[in-house]
């Protein structure tokens, strides 16, 4: 733990164009990272700001990590945008949020472009304003032939709903004979997601210092690592981005499984180590 701390601190004190090259270096990217963008209204509170303007300060960080996932030719960078709660805020925030978003994809298409962007959405989209939904709609169309980076917006999200979906999408496949329930896999089900076609996170961000999910990614988020920072989102940037994935390569992920220098091999005719009855005795537990 000591020896990854002092990597990291290192990494710290490097230039922003040396850090890339040395994140690059050590190897073990993620393929897809995902981010809670936690702390705009915050952010604008200790500036005595409308919350609104945390939101738009918010639109740099995007640019931000779009430009760092990017370079770093990472498969996919999944924003949590718009919750499925977020609809209950104040009908005049929600009202903006959904004019930012618009203003947003007509500003950075055609930088997105350059970059070989594509864009997906994940969500209820059929919930978002018609002008929301037809300009992210003309968005994705015109980055759909990019062959880059896949930037995933969540929008109207949520995840138990996106499980819910996911579980009626199958009950569909099951009664129309698609499938045959004792041949149903994870990977049928998981086909059912918003997120279908897409890796699951290997990473999960959440700024702000948080310590919750807040309903995202629940199904796909089952084994990727977590990250927190007390970041707020509109002060997270390239290098933020860039020692969160450093601080990731230096994590060992093991799904279940013991450390190699941990799985230790029974010895044979079950004496030394694995024998039951040397434990019970060292224990003293009765039988």
């Known amino acids: 733990m000591a020896d990854r701390q002092d990597d990291l601190s290192r990494l710290e004190d490097l230039a922003t164009e040396d850090l890339y090259a040395a994140v690059a270096e050590r190897g073990g990217l993620p393929r897809h990272v995902a981010v809670i963008m ?12 409308p919350r609104v303007a945390g939101h738009r300060a918010g639109r740099h960080s995007v640019r931000a ?17 718009f919750s499925q709660e977020n609809f209950n805020r104040p009908a005049s925030e929600v009202k ?28 209820d989209l059929d919930r978002l304003p018609d002008a929301a939904r037809d300009r992210l709609q003309a968005a994705i169309d015109a980055l759909a032939g990019n062959t880059g980076l896949v930037l995933n917006l969540a929008l109207a999200y949520g995840g138990r709903q996106e499980i819910l979906h996911a579980a009626l999408d199958l009950h569909r496949r099951l009664a129309a004979g698609e ?29 702000s210092g948080e310590m919750r999910l807040s309903n995202f990614l629940l199904w796909q988020s089952a084994y990727s690592e977590l990250l927190v920072t007390p970041t707020l989102w509109p002060d997270f940037r390239e290098r933020e981005f860039l020692l969160a ?19 230790d091999e029974p010895a044979s005719g079950g004496d030394g180590l694995w024998d039951p009855g040397r434990w019970k005795r060292l224990l003293r537990v009765r039988s």
């Open 38 to 49: 936690d702390g705009n209204g915050r952010w604008a509170r200790r500036r005595f700001l």
């Open 65 to 81: 990590c779009v430009t760092a996932a990017g370079r770093l030719g990472l498969q996919a960078l999944t924003l949590y945008t």
């Open 96 to 123: 903006a949020l959904w004019s930012f978003l618009e203003e947003s994809l007509a500003a950075e298409q055609d930088d997105l472009a350059r970059r070989g962007v594509r864009l997906a959405a994940s969500g």
């Open 179 to 207: 499938l045959a329930p004792d041949k149903v896999t994870e990977e049928d089900f998981a086909s059912g997601l918003y997120t279908a076609g897409l890796p699951d996170p290997d990473l999960v961000i959440r700024t």
């Open 245 to 263: 994935v450093a601080e990731y390569q230096g994590r060992e992920r093991r799904f279940g499984a013991l450390p190699e220098d941990d799985a």
